[in-house]
């Protein structure tokens, strides 16, 4: 099974960024050998965010597009040159969500407030705090189970979709929902209206999840 992994940050990190490209393909085919589930090819590739380029930009990106996973850094947006970027990382994974359903999408942070705060968010291996983790066994204990996890949903929702008939659903939406899942996808540029109920979605999201902790 073909796997797209893409990393997004405006400054990539290296030992993340060898993790994934070195470390993780070997990995994911140790654990796929003792489970006996097939063999995964992993593509990896990066997008580097220039800051004022607009998360639009991001949107059509054709490796974003191509991408059945996204790790997505959760300051991206964090130096806000223009309106349109008054996102965090997490409110952008909402937005992708609405247009790219399919991709699985990881928000990773350095800063241990944030991840406080959204227990969603996955730790990023620095020197400062781990200073006696490697960060290869730091990411296969924290990373990659979500990875795991998001190959997971993606072999089920391929697996589905191959059961699709065209005797309950037509065919122009089989074809559509494949391509999604595939990884062939367009992108249609956002309304503000769209932008805004998407950030208020993620706002309602995060009060409930913080009022269901206390």
């Given amino acids: 099974m073909d796997i797209n992994i ?3 940050d405006d400054g990539i990190d290296p030992e993340l960024s060898r993790y994934l490209d070195e470390v993780l393909p070997s990995s994911l085919a140790e654990k796929q050998t003792k489970k006996r589930l097939g063999d995964i090819a992993v593509s990896y590739r990066e997008i580097v965010y220039v800051p004022g380029s607009g998360f639009e930009q991001l949107l059509a990106n054709p490796l974003l597009q ?3 996973i996204a790790i997505i850094d959760s300051k991206l947006f964090e130096t806000k040159t223009s ?3 008054m996102l965090t990382g997490e409110e952008f994974l909402i937005i992708l969500k609405k247009y790219y359903p399919f991709i699985e999408s ?3 942070s350095q800063i241990e407030s944030r991840r406080n705060e959204e227990p969603l968010i996955l730790p990023k291996w620095n020197r400062i705090d781990y200073p006696n983790t490697d960060p290869a066994d730091f990411y296969a204990e924290q990373l990659l189970p979500k990875i795991c996890e ?3 949903s993606i072999r089920a ?3 589905a979709s191959a059961k699709l008939s065209t005797d309950t659903v037509d065919e122009v939406t089989i074809e559509k929902l494949r391509n999604a899942i595939a990884g062939q996808q ?3 540029e956002l309304t503000k209206s769209d932008i805004d109920a998407a950030i208020s979605y993620f706002e309602e999201v995060k009060k409930l999840v913080t009022d269901a902790s206390r």
């Fill in 6 to 8: 893409v990393y997004i």
């Fill in 66 to 68: 191509k991408a059945n």
């Fill in 83 to 85: 309106a349109k970027e």
């Fill in 106 to 108: 990881i928000v990773i």
């Fill in 150 to 152: 998001s190959i997971a």
């Fill in 157 to 159: 929702y391929r697996r």
């Fill in 186 to 188: 367009e992108y249609d």
